[in-house]
């Protein structure tokens, strides 16, 4: 009986971090998706840092966020990722669940955020 509560219990926590996580998008993944004009980008690490440098054509969350559906694509399938700080940052989440609050179903995270898209090198937007 004990083995089985605590199996229980194993089962609920692991179903409430999957409900609360998101897929991870890899970089190079991003990169193609934003090169084929294939998806939305949300910045979540505030407006400063927005404006210090930004994933390309990504949207300033917190400038946003009180509309932020009038920046979202019309259908509710397209990709949209959203980013922090980095892999132990959840910052993202806020936005990554409006976004599925407002009916989008492709909804991912770029767990390497912009320390991770910085240290690949890549280019930023300003």
Known sequence: MKKLLVFALSLAFASSLMAAGFEDISIADLKKAIADKKVTVIDVNGSDSYKAGHVPTAIDFAAKKGDIASVLPSDKGALVVAYCGGPSCNA??????????????????LSAGISGWLQAGEATEK
Do not use: I, M
């Open 92 to 109: 993202y989440q806020a936005a990554a669940k409006k976004a599925v609050a407002l009916g989008y179903t492709n909804v991912k995270h």
